[in-house]
């Protein structure tokens, strides 16, 4: 057993904390637009202009979720037009060792 998890052998357990950190992680470019806010907080378009070949829609959804899952916080500006901006929260930094280990064992990683 790993730290609350099942067994490897079990059927995946999402109140595992392994899986909990995977789900936030989920889908493509979801690093690299979280490594984007290690500069601090962005907007949109600084993000779309950061990630140029990354589809708006694509944006947009790792947004959302990396805000729903609590990582992001989205800051609306009142005014016209309406501004935007995201910057990590307090679990979002919490984050950033988890995304450094894995950066350094990938790094370590023999190529496939």
């Known amino acids: 057993m790993l730290g609350g998890c099942p067994p490897a052998a079990a059927e995946p357990d999402p109140s595992c904390p392994i899986e909990i950190t995977l789900a936030v992680l989920k889908g493509r470019w979801t690093p690299l ?8 907080g962005r907007s949109y378009s600084e993000l ?3 990630l140029p070949t ?46 450094a280990a894995l950066r350094h064992w990938g790094a370590a990683a023999p190529p496939s």
């Open 54 to 99: 990354l589809s708006d829609k694509v944006l947009s959804e790792r947004l959302a979720q990396l805000t729903s899952a609590g990582v992001l916080e989205r800051r609306r500006t009142p005014g016209w037009p309406p501004r935007v901006s995201y910057e990590l929260t307090e679990r979002g930094r919490n984050l950033i060792p988890v995304l």
């Open 33 to 40: 637009v979280f490594g984007e806010f290690l500069r601090g």
């Open 48 to 50: 779309a202009r950061a």
